[in-house]
């Protein structure tokens, strides 16, 4: 061993795999960064003197006397008010031309927020799309996956997300992205002239998908400096979970642990559970709530990633597209949140409950109505006027391409329960009908 600039220097590997290296050193930490055959990589596994190290870029073309430097301290981000409106590596290496940050530098991956730093979450934050923000609302440091199947636009979703989201700073942290979803999302922000609150931070599908895994890290520490040193509400965008959760497995199999459900690590739970729990409420004001896309395999909903993010969230929203009119929506029964009944009818107007209940039992009558068609059943004049009222809310309301305030919603909302039925029959308080009721 020898030492460089405080930098501990070996040049002796005993084991090499394609995503590790193992060798003997002395005073090395876990998660430490450190260079092989100048190659960034980071120590995943540490028993007494022998250190494994997973190399990001992977190990073909690596000799056994390849030179090793430990950095001495764990993957860092340089945070200040200057990540607004930049794109980072999954280092946190600027990839938009502009200069470095200067900041003061925090390791990422740190423990989850304290529990008595935690308040009780309050606030309404809308995200200005109504299958969202009127039937499944969120509210401040929630956390709740989006599960879509791979051909869906979650992507276009979570771009739209971050030009409507009523938050001070928006962090998008892409994980496998297509060089294309990667244009897409710039181009929009650009266009829409909102760069001035969205950070970045993007991992390729030209990167190395194990440098996934230092994504949500470096996206949540940046996420806690701006909320609780400048008091902010932050809304932390994390698209592909499932990408994430292939970089982990392919660490695991490469070092050969034995795999759990689906080829899944054991340490699954954790790490997805990590990740989440950053979402937060202050007391301060400020809070990070988590927003995050989980792809499905064939709308297997029982796969290990999406299993384990249910026991971790706070409900869960689903994508579809609805073949009737041809538009995605979210999907109101299959969707939830678990923390709306903090917010509507308190934070949002008196009617929000009932008009949300009353259109989605609607819908749900014109789903009963539709097998009655397809089986060959004969159709009332209600169930008629359900499948019109059912493509008209499909169309104007759960599309994820509408983009109007929560007040407009509910609006639209009688508007449509005007148009198609009666008074007696949406099964709402009479003094709120009397009060909201729109006759078409």
Partial sequence: METTAFQKVYKQLSAITKATVTLEATGVGNEEMAFVDDRPAQVVKVQG???????FSGTEGIATDAKVIFTGKSPTLKVGPH?????FNAYGAPIDGGPDIEGKEVEIGGPTVNPVRREQPSELIATGIAGIDLNNTLVTGQKIPFFADPD?????VMADVAL???????????????????LYYRSVFD?????????SFINTTDNPPVERLLVPDMCLSAAEYFATKHNEKVL??????TLFADALAIVSNKMDQIPSKDSMPGSLYSDLARIYEKAAQFPDGGSITIIAVTTLNEGDITHAIPDNTGYITEGQLFLRRDTTVGKVIVDPFRSLSRLKQIVIGKKTREDHPQVMNSLVRLFSDA??????????????????RALKFAEDYSRSLLAVDINIDTNAMLDRGWELMGKHFKK?????????????????
């Fill in 236 to 241: 932390v965008l994390l698209t592909d979970m």
């Fill in 49 to 55: 003197n022998r250190v494994t190290l997973q190399v």
């Fill in 83 to 87: 990540l607004a409106g930049r794109y």
């Fill in 191 to 199: 266009n829409a002239g909102v760069q001035h609150k969205i950070i």
């Fill in 164 to 182: 409507r989201a009523q938050a001070d700073k928006i962090i998008l942290g892409g994980m496998g992205l297509s060089n294309d979803d990667f």
């Fill in 424 to 440: 007696s029959e949406i099964g709402i308080k009479d003094e709120l009908v009397e009060k909201y009721w729109v006759e078409r």
């Fill in 152 to 156: 869906q636009p979650y992507n276009q």
């Fill in 367 to 384: 789903a009963s109505a539709r097998t009655k068609k397809e089986n060959g059943f004969d159709l009332t004049n209600y169930d008629t």
